[in-house]
T-cell receptor, first 113, second 113 residues
Framework: DADVTQTPRNRITKTGKRIMLECSQT?????MYWYRQDPGLGLQLIYY???????NKGEISDGYSVSRQAQAKFSLSLESAIPNQTALYFC????????????FGEGSRLTVL | GNSVTQMEGPVTLSEEAFLTINCTYT??????LFWYVQYPGEGLQLLLK?????DKGSNKGFEATYRKETTSFHLEKGSVQVSDSAVYFC????????????FGQGTELSVKP
């Protein structure tokens, strides 16, 4: 099994719908991240959490919210999806002492019609 | 703010050709530098890293040297294989940004037999 698991892997939804992407990890890391990948733009940080009680906005948090339910679980929500949120979303984890090494899930491809 | 710029892709090479993917960065202080690779349908994984000036990171035949004087971290491989076809991301992490990774836009590499 993968160390960082994302569900769903693919989702098609309609404008205005609420959608949740879930991430769970078995690496025992305290730090978790949500990134968005768009062609030609690389990865942009949406939210990150350094422990269960710590939630921080990244570069592009507008239109998104997160919940850190436990050390191992970090979910991303789109309260009212819009077409320009169509993208590939990645969850990642890191250790406190990692000096920047992240461990990524396989991604969740979201299409908003 | 801190930023990373990569050469644009796609880059198309024949098998056994020499590869260079350019990466330059802007950062205050002394960032750590990384190359991540994303194979088709997968999440990103760390390829190599360097944490201080003049360090050389290497893995799977790939190399990159941290050049502070030119603020660069170019990725090289002497002889590419079809299996190296992927998207390559340069990234930096700095203490003054809480260790979060900042990614370049990615460079797609396609190796033909």
């Amino acid at each position: 099994d993968a160390d960082v698991t994302q569900t769903p892997r693919n989702r098609i939804t309609k404008t205005g719908k609420r959608i949740m992407l879930e991430c769970s990890q078995t690496k025992g890391h305290d730090r978790m991240y949500w990134y968005r990948q768009d062609p030609g733009l690389g990865l942009q940080l949406i939210y990150y959490s350094f422990d269960v009680k710590d939630i921080n906005k990244g570069e592009i948090s507008d239109g998104y919210s997160v919940s850190r339910q436990a050390q191992a679980k970090f979910s991303l929500s789109l309260e009212s999806a819009i077409p320009n949120q169509t993208a590939l979303y990645f969850c990642a984890t890191s250790d406190v002492d990692s000096t920047g090494e992240l461990f990524f899930g396989e991604g969740s491809r979201l299409t908003v019609l | 703010g801190n930023s990373v710029t990569q050469m644009e892709g796609p880059v198309t090479l024949s098998e056994e050709a020499f590869l260079t993917i350019n990466c330059t960065y802007t950062a205050t202080g002394y960032p750590s530098l990384f190359w991540y690779v994303q194979y088709p349908g997968e999440g990103l994984q760390l390829l190599l890293k360097a944490t201080k000036a003049d360090d050389k990171g290497s893995n799977k035949g790939f190399e990159a040297t941290y050049r502070k004087e030119t603020t660069s971290f170019h990725l090289e491989k002497g002889s590419v294989q079809v299996s190296d076809s992927a998207v390559y991301f340069c990234a930096l992490s700095s203490y003054n940004q809480g260790g979060k990774l900042i990614f370049g836009q990615g460079t797609e590499l396609s190796v033909k037999p």
